[in-house]
């Protein structure tokens, strides 16, 4: 749940990066392992899991639909699935907080149930489009009701015999494939979905690890109904999102070293990697190895200088979460870095290109936002006070900023770092950063 209390974060100017890092599990594995946990059969045991509130939030929506969790620590969990038909109708609609992958994952998972049940959000999550997934489960036989405009809340109605479909997604987005995946469980025949870019594929991969048949081909992944899940166990890599902010801050910070540990690169997420090596960052990838079908590796990151880029266009949706912080990069960068192709990151948590651009303005950058991206000059950050729109990516970028900065920067509306990465601010004083919070 999205807390309501504004935390300031007051960043000092200046600083570098050190030390070895573990920092938070993966969100996307996370949200998958308590979903195909809860619809398989026996116990699914996580660990790494990552305890911010968007996934808090998918597990209490299991809780409430009956599944058995428990969490002997932080980054443990214990899953007693219950089998594809088990679940029970929730007493209460599920509120999914700030949580986008929960609701468009859950939509599918549920249009397949023999309940109706409700899905509600934050205001952020209020506004964000579900039509993307309505649709095509529609055109599967769902029926889900959302308002007019296609925003939640989300009304699902249980009891409809699904039929597979073949679909060709007209947006690269691996929570509509992800969706549409999880209908097919549920769904008479074959379900296929084709994606017009490849998107992270971690909901195929854990089916796969769970014993159920994917088959890919290409750009196409397919699924008959009717099999069963077996629970296996997971253990969640560190997510290249959340390592995502001190890959950059130690490229920018003069003099930064910093060893990230146990980091998931699955080639569908590496875009970071990609797009900072062509802006001339100092990356090694260390200790490659596979943990439960994810490739992980520790990261090693030290201070370069960067040169601004046109970031190519095929590594847009291999970074969509990245950009907020690449934006930054690029403000740090020597030169023009343009960014195109990336319309999508209007519709995330916040409108991702306008509130970087209006931040990154505040101090002193010229970035020039676009209908589908950004075009940024590098030059010297200022001090000034900047508005995260409640978008946790934001307010950690911005922080990531203050590495460079002339002098402080403060970031309102800071609660919901806690959705994917609670020890953020730990992390990050550790690291170097003088990060301090207020609660206003
Ligand atoms: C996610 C997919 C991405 C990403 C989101 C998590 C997932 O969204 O932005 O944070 O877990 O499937 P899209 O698939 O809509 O691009």
């Given at each position: 749940?999205?807390?309501?209390?504004?935390?300031?974060?007051?960043?000092?100017?200046?600083?570098?990066?050190?030390?070895?890092?573990?920092?938070?599990?993966?969100?996307?594995?996370?949200?998958?392992?308590?979903?195909?946990?809860?619809?398989?059969?026996?116990?699914?045991?996580?660990?790494?899991?990552?305890?911010?509130?968007?996934?808090?939030?998918?597990?209490?929506?299991?809780?409430?639909?009956?599944?058995?969790?428990?969490?002997?620590?932080?980054?443990?969990?214990?899953?007693?699935?219950?089998?594809?038909?088990?679940?029970?109708?929730?007493?209460?609609?599920?509120?999914?907080?700030?949580?986008?992958?929960?609701?468009?994952?859950?939509?599918?998972?549920?249009?397949?149930?023999?309940?109706?049940?409700?899905?509600?959000?934050?205001?952020?999550?209020?506004?964000?489009?579900?039509?993307?997934?309505?649709?095509?489960?529609?055109?599967?036989?769902?029926?889900?009701?959302?308002?007019?405009?296609?925003?939640?809340?989300?009304?699902?109605?249980?009891?409809?015999?699904?039929?597979?479909?073949?679909?060709?997604?007209?947006?690269?987005?691996?929570?509509?494939?992800?969706?549409?995946?999880?209908?097919?469980?549920?769904?008479q025949g074959t379900t296929c979905v084709i994606e017009p870019a490849p998107t992270r594929d971690h909901t195929e991969r854990m089916l796969t690890g769970f014993g159920y048949p994917v088959q890919r081909d290409g750009q196409k992944a397919c699924l008959q109904g009717g099999g069963k899940l077996t629970a296996s166990a997971i253990d969640v890599p560190v997510d290249i999102s959340s390592a995502a902010f001190f890959m950059v801050g130690a490229s920018i910070a003069e003099g930064s070293d910093v060893l990230l540990r146990h980091v998931g690169i699955n080639p569908t997420r590496t875009g970071i990697i990609d797009i900072l090596r062509l802006m001339g960052a100092n990356l090694e990838i260390l200790n490659a190895h596979e943990v439960g079908g994810e490739p992980v590796a520790d990261i090693r990151i030290r201070a370069s200088r960067l040169r601004g880029i046109h970031i190519p266009e095929a590594l847009v949706p291999l970074a969509i979460d990245e950009f907020p912080v690449l934006f930054v990069a690029a403000a740090c960068a020597e030169g023009e870095t343009v960014l195109t192709g990336a319309e999508e990151l209007r519709v995330k948590e916040s409108d991702r290109i306008q509130v970087m651009a209006d931040g990154l303005n505040t101090l002193g950058i010229n970035a020039k936002p676009t209908p589908d991206g950004m075009i940024i000059q590098g030059g010297q950050l200022r001090s000034g006070t900047i508005d995260s729109h409640g978008d946790h990516r934001i307010a950690m970028a911005f922080t990531i900023a203050a590495l460079r900065a002339q002098g402080e920067i403060l970031i309102n509306d800071c609660a919901n770092v806690a959705t994917s990465f609670p020890n953020f601010v730990s992390i990050a004083q550790t690291a170097g950063i003088g990060l301090e919070t207020k609660t206003v």
């Open positions: 749940m999205s807390s309501t209390a504004n935390i300031q974060f007051c960043v000092q100017a200046g600083g570098k990066l050190q030390g070895e890092h573990r920092v938070a599990g993966d969100k996307s594995i996370s949200h998958r392992a308590l979903m195909l946990g809860a619809l398989a059969e026996g116990t699914t045991e996580v660990t790494g899991f990552l305890e911010g509130e968007d996934t808090l939030c998918t597990l209490a929506a299991f809780q409430a639909m009956g599944v058995n969790i428990s969490r002997p620590a932080a980054t443990q969990v214990i899953v007693h699935g219950v089998g594809l038909h088990g679940l029970q109708a929730p007493k209460q609609e599920l509120y999914l907080g700030n949580s986008g992958t929960s609701m468009r994952l859950l939509s599918g998972l549920l249009a397949g149930q023999a309940f109706d049940c409700t899905l509600t959000g934050d205001s952020s999550l209020s506004r964000r489009p579900m039509k993307r997934v309505s649709q095509p489960l529609a055109l599967m036989g769902a029926r889900i009701d959302s308002t007019e405009t296609g925003t939640p809340p989300l009304h699902i109605h249980g009891g409809q015999n699904l039929q597979g479909i073949t679909y060709a997604m007209p947006i690269a987005s691996a929570q509509v494939k992800s969706s549409l995946l999880l209908a097919g469980l549920y769904a």
